[in-house]
């Protein structure tokens, strides 16, 4: 009966290692495509969209990952993107999700130096 009450929270957790990492990721690829895209100026530029992507691609329910950019104030030197997503606690395929946490990824990309963006 001990052996169990030690295998059954360990092989739980076990379970929900790949999810945790899978979202993590996530947010960071989006945090990151962001931040670049804020910083080359693209005319398209649309953080939500990107975002959007980014959660398509990771197969992860639309909604799940959230994201801001804030551009520098001198001309835009750097941006710096932060995404969001919620992690579940605890993550059994045939139970479902237990609890979550928000977890937030950031990235700060600089504009290249000595104008080579002009």
Do not use: C, K, N
Not at 25 to 30: C, E, G
Not at 32 to 42: P, Q, W, Y
Not at 66 to 86: F, K, L, P, R, Y
Not at 103 to 118: M, N
Request: charge should be negative; proline fraction near 7%.
């Amino acid at each position: 009966m001990v052996l169990g009450l030690i295998l059954v929270p360990f092989g739980m957790l076990v379970l929900s290692i790949p999810t945790w990492v899978e979202r993590q990721a996530a947010a960071r690829d989006a945090a990151g495509e962001v931040a670049r895209a804020a910083v080359a100026a693209d005319p398209a530029f649309d953080p939500v969209s990107l975002v959007a992507l980014t959660e398509q691609a990771y197969g992860l329910p639309a909604g799940s990952l959230t994201g801001s950019v804030e551009i520098g104030q001198s001309g835009g030197d750097a941006a710096i993107a932060s995404v969001s997503v919620e992690i579940p606690a605890v993550s059994l395929p045939m139970f479902g999700d237990l609890g979550s946490v928000t977890w937030t990824a950031e990235h700060v990309e600089r504009r290249p130096d000595y104008g080579a963006d002009r």
